[in-house]
Nanobody
Framework: QVQLVESGGGLVQAGGSLRLSCAAS????????MGWFRQAPGKEREFVAA????????YYADSVKGRFTVSRDNAKNTGYLQMNSLKAEDTAVYYC??????????????WGQGTQVTVSS
């Protein structure tokens, strides 16, 4: 069983930055991929980025490439999503998630509670 707790959302002006954190607990987490997803009002949840916990391979949606960076701190069992050059269209509830499957495509078994990111234009 894996538990995920997110933090770091908030209100920021367009062009600004935020860093989201996702603290993970549970056995065997080193075998997982951690993914980041977001859901804007009236839209479906979409993939943002993912990182393989062991090895650190990263994956990004085209819409965030070059602006967002996913990383992890093994010692703290915490994943991060650094978001730079934020745009109004990045406004959404952001979720971290974990999957033990050997692909960042999931499906993801465990989800955090979500954190709101609002970008004002």
């Amino acid at each position: 069983q894996v538990q995920l707790v997110e933090s770091g959302g908030g209100l920021v002006q367009a062009g600004g930055s935020l860093r989201l954190s996702c603290a993970a607990s549970g056995r065997g987490f080193s075998s997982y991929y951690m993914g980041w997803f977001r859901q804007a009002p009236g839209k479906e949840r979409e993939f943002v980025a993912a990182i393989r916990w062991s090895g650190g391979s990263t994956y990004y949606a085209d819409s965030v490439k070059g602006r967002f960076t996913v990383s992890r701190d093994n010692a703290k069992n915490t994943g991060y999503l650094q978001m730079n050059s934020l745009k109004a269209e990045d406004t959404a509830v952001y979720y971290c998630a974990a999957t033990i499957l050997p692909t960042y495509l999931g499906p993801y078994n465990y989800w955090g509670q979500g954190t709101q990111v609002t970008v004002s234009s």
